[in-house]
């Protein structure tokens, strides 16, 4: 009898993912061998996107071996399958497009593909991650492709006020070390057998979610054929630093970035206030900040407000060669939301902002994009692609008092970091 | 180099693929009346609603003295005080956005909002077309806009290079200039000419309304009075014929605030109804990928700033369609990329094509459908196709053919169009 009924749960839970969906409608539930899915579909595009993300630290499990993380995602993309492809070429051979992304916490690998390839690539990602054959050539590519990665970041004040920032905000754990070390003399270490070790415990079926969005169908999810049940691991943690230094750095570019730590992923209405306030001050051509630069000339804004599982980082990076005069305006912009807004600026502000979380996640790639980081951060269903999530809720619900409460709260005192061009040398401190 | 061409002709040997299937989308509804083009493509499940509102007020409106009035009449549209508050700021405010291009035959304002808001967010839209406000103050704002888009426009050397080969190609002269005038062009035009050109060209005949998301938010008839808000009528292209230069140089050279040169080579193109457009697709996407494979470092996984710095873009939208190769210099020696760039053309065009083309033809179709992603490609792709005579259904009979496409298909087009290129070099000034 406890068999049947075991056997009956069995059942129900691997049928459950094959459940027939309505034209166009969202869904999440296991993987056949361990995992998760979550889906939304539109069955008016011919395209698809096939996401999978791990939870997986950027430096190792014991955050000895900054840049394995990258490493190992990129070497299995490119190692041969049993089909005599490597899941890079598959993909492009299909018309599509594959990108990797790695995070401090999370790893993401993207594939673009006409729909009818979608069961295609569902199948080679999964025997490419769930089950990796790591050889020495799919590392050499993965080595090439980080060297090649960290050489770009040195000419990006972006990615290297980003990690910089982080750095200080983070005194241990994922969050401190660069996804793409911007130094290789320890990455360049890295052996096989740590790499395949590492691929074998992050790269787990259980330890996965697959992000399906566009004309796609849960039946896609028959072609998972490896994997191995078992259970996801936690969200990362990472070590705040009480109270974070500034910096200064030598580097190929100039630049100024200023982060705060903000609220966790599960305060949805903090979070969502805060995307609001990047929303408001330094959105491309609408923000309040971006509009006060001169478009002709070389300098320029960009605000997030990154959510995390705990803490949230709001981060402002700043480029050109007068980083220090926009960081004024910056900082002007948001001591000023500290207080309310009138009721008739911030009901424009955030129709406008609800707006642009429409238009942001047209595509099925950033839907799948957007699926996946939130229910690897530990949050799915604040996942703001989904309309009818609670991450609409809870930017209805905001108020010019509460925003400015949550201003208040978070954004008083920013960490700073200076990227000072010295063109010949290598960033020091 | 020898070894990088062997490794793009290689792609030719690759085992065939099967075919690429469709989506269930219905195919657009165009119904027409009174001038007006209506074509609808109901996407429940999109989160927006994308509006694209067509009228043949564009380049060829304008005379050569009156550079840059088509963009401004539309620019002081968007200005167009509705309830104390600019139109744009309106519509931003209301949940939704409205922009504008000028292309040589027609102006395009592309309308998007929020389900729940496209009723509101169209009605906006009929009050300042209703009755724009040609006063000398919002000519004004409308002017020092389109010159800082010109001056952003300035610092993009493509764009720049890009402008300057379709004036080659432009049947009349007007239909050549820039898109938004130049600023001292702009700078002799004022309120009557805005008043003048907006009575005389904005007008119903050969409009179109192009919907395509959320339709289903729309009042009944919403978009049928978006399309009667102008009078009726239709109006005439002006006719501006200059002497052809003499001369046997194909180059054009221009000086910008850059950090490194472009060089860009352009070759006149087939339109979306020639029965060479499906072969161009599978030509343009083989560039692009070849193009990019040899500018990255050997078996690189990711993209790369080198892989960006190259490509081609089929221009099929444009009323003279071109295939544009491009190189960023700042990627090391432009030189060798852009002879290896030429030298592929040449190459399609002369060698006998052997072996499977049916990867070229996947990268193809998953191009094409990669660019169909988004509500405003869906609603323009409607309008390009059925302005050029095809049947508006622009996802199925692409990849029909392209799909069609053989290898001598491919040949017979690379020989008839890959030949004497066009060439722009946008080069940095001498004192940058």
Redesign the interface.
């Known amino acids: 009898m406890i068999r049947r009924a075991l056997f009956a749960a069995a059942l129900a839970a691997m049928l459950a993912p094959l459940a027939t969906l309505a ?2 409608e969202s869904a999440s539930g296991s993987l056949p061998h361990g995992g998760t899915y979550t889906l ?8 698809a996107a096939v996401d999978v993300w791990f939870r997986a630290p950027d430096a190792g499990y014991d955050n000895s071996q900054p840049g394995i993380s990258r490493v190992a995602a ?1 070497a299995a ?2 190692s041969t399958l049993e089909s005599g492809k490597s899941l ?1 070429s598959l993909v ?9 992304n790695v995070y401090p916490d999370l790893v993401d690998v993207s594939a ?6 979608a069961r295609r690539v569902v199948a080679a990602m999964s025997a490419a991650y769930f089950s990796p054959t790591i050889d020495d050539d799919a590392l ?3 080595r ?2 980080v060297a ?2 960290s050489a ?1 970041e040195r000419f990006s004040p972006d990615d290297l006020l980003h990690d910089a920032l982080f750095a200080q905000l983070f005194t241990s754990g994922p969050a401190h070390y660069a996804p793409i070390p911007g130094d290789l003399s320890d990455f360049k270490s890295i052996t096989l057998d740590q790499v395949k070790a590492f691929a074998k415990r992050a790269f787990r079926s259980a330890n996965a979610t697959i992000a399906l969005a ?2 796609v169908d849960v039946s896609l999810l028959d072609a998972v054929t490896a994997g191995t049940p078992g259970s996801a691991d936690s969200p990362i943690a990472s070590s705040v630093a009480s109270a974070p230094a500034d910096k200064t750095i030598d580097a190929a570019v100039t630049g100024e970035g200023l982060a705060w730590t903000g609220p966790p992923i599960a305060d949805e209405r903090a979070a969502t206030a805060l995307d609001f306030v990047a929303d408001y001050l330094f959105r491309d051509e ?1 923000g309040l900040v971006s509009k006060q630069l001169d ?2 000339g070389d300098a320029y804004v960009n605000g997030q407000f990154i959510t995390l599982h705990d803490p949230g980082v709001m981060l402002v990076t700043i480029g050109g060669s007068k980083p220090n005069e926009v960081k004024a305006k910056v900082l002007a912009a948001v001591t000023a939301m500290q207080t309310p807004l009138d009721t008739a600026s911030f ?3 955030r ?2 902002f ?2 642009h979380l ?2 942001d ?5 950033q839907q799948a994009d957007n699926l996946g980081w939130y229910t690897a951060e530990g949050n799915g269903t604040y996942a703001p692609s989904d ?1 009818a999530s609670s991450y609409w809720k809870a930017a209805r619900s905001l108020d010019p008092a509460y925003v400015a409460s949550i201003v208040k709260k978070y954004l008083a005192h920013p960490v700073v970091v200076r990227l000072v061009a010295t063109p010949s040398k290598d960033s020091t401190s | 180099m020898k070894f990088r061409l062997a490794a793009a002709a290689a792609f030719l040997l ?1 085992v065939a ?9 219905p195919a657009p509804v165009v119904t027409r009346n009174g001038g007006v083009t209506t074509i609808t ?8 609603l994308h509006i694209v509102y067509v009228v043949r007020a564009g380049l060829d409106r304008q005379s050569l003295s009156q550079n840059g009035l088509a963009a401004l009449t539309a620019q002081t549209i968007l200005k167009t005080p509705v309830n104390g508050v600019a139109l744009q700021n309106a519509i ?6 409205i922009s504008f291009a000028v292309d040589p035959g027609d102006v395009r304002f592309e309308i ?3 389900p729940q ?1 496209a009723d509101k967010i169209v009605a906006l839209v009929r009050t300042a077309f209703g009755a724009p406000v040609f006063d000398a103050a919002t000519v004004r704002a409308a002017r020092d806009r389109l010159t ?1 888009r010109i ?2 426009d300035q ?1 993009i050397a493509l764009q720049v290079g890009m402008d300057m080969l379709s004036s080659t190609l432009a049947p009349s002269a007007n239909t050549g200039l820039p898109q938004y005038g130049l600023p001292a062009s702009l700078a002799q035009l004022g309120p009557t000419d805005v008043r003048t050109f907006f009575a005389t060209f904005y007008r119903r005949g050969g409009s179109y309304v192009s919907a395509a998301g959320r339709i289903d938010a729309l009042s009944a008839g919403a978009l049928d009075q978006l399309g009667a808000m102008l009078p009726e009528g239709t109006t005439a292209a002006i006719d501006v014929k200059f002497p052809k230069l003499e001369g046997s140089s194909r180059q054009l050279v221009a000086q910008r605030d850059i950090s490194a040169p472009w060089l860009i080579a352009q070759y006149s193109a087939p339109n979306v109804a020639s029965k060479d457009f499906g072969p161009m697709l599978v030509l343009a ?1 083989f560039m692009q ?1 070849t193009l990019a494979d040899m500018a990255d ?1 050997p ?7 080198a892989s960006r710095a190259v490509g081609a873009v089929y221009q099929y939208e444009n009323p003279q369609p071109d295939l544009v190769l491009y190189v960023n210099g700042g990627i090391g020696n432009p030189n060798r990329s852009f002879s290896t760039a030429l030298s592929i053309a040449s190459i399609l065009a002369t060698t006998k094509l052997e072996g499977s083309i049916d ?1 070229f033809k ?6 094409f ?2 660019a ?4 405003e490609a869906r609603a323009w792709l409607a309008v390009v196709y059925d302005e050029n005579g095809a049947q508006p259904d622009y ?1 199925s009979r692409t ?1 029909d053919a392209i799909s069609q496409t053989t290898a001598a298909d491919l040949q017979r087009v690379a020989r008839s169009y890959l030949s004497n290129p066009t060439i722009a070099l946008v080069l940095p000034r001498e004192n940058s």
Do not use: C, H, W
């Open positions: 034209a166009d939304t579909r539109d069955t008016t595009l011919a395209s990129t993309a490119a890079v492009r051979g299909v018309g599509g497009r594959i990108t990797i673009s593909v006409p729909a009818s390839a050499k590519i993965a090439t492709d090649v990665l770009q566009g004309n609408t478009p002709t009901d424009a502000a129709e406008a609800i707006y429409a238009a996640s047209q595509s099925p790639s309309s | 690759f693929l099967p075919a690429v299937s469709r989506a269930a989308a493509q109901l996407d429940a499940s999109a989160p927006l931003a405010a209301a949940g939704g956005s998007e909002s929020l808001d800082t001056a952003e610092q996407s990928r470092v078996g690189v996984v990711s993209e790369t700033y990867e996947a990268m193809a179709s998953g191009d459908i990669s169909t992603n988004t509500l996802l990849l």
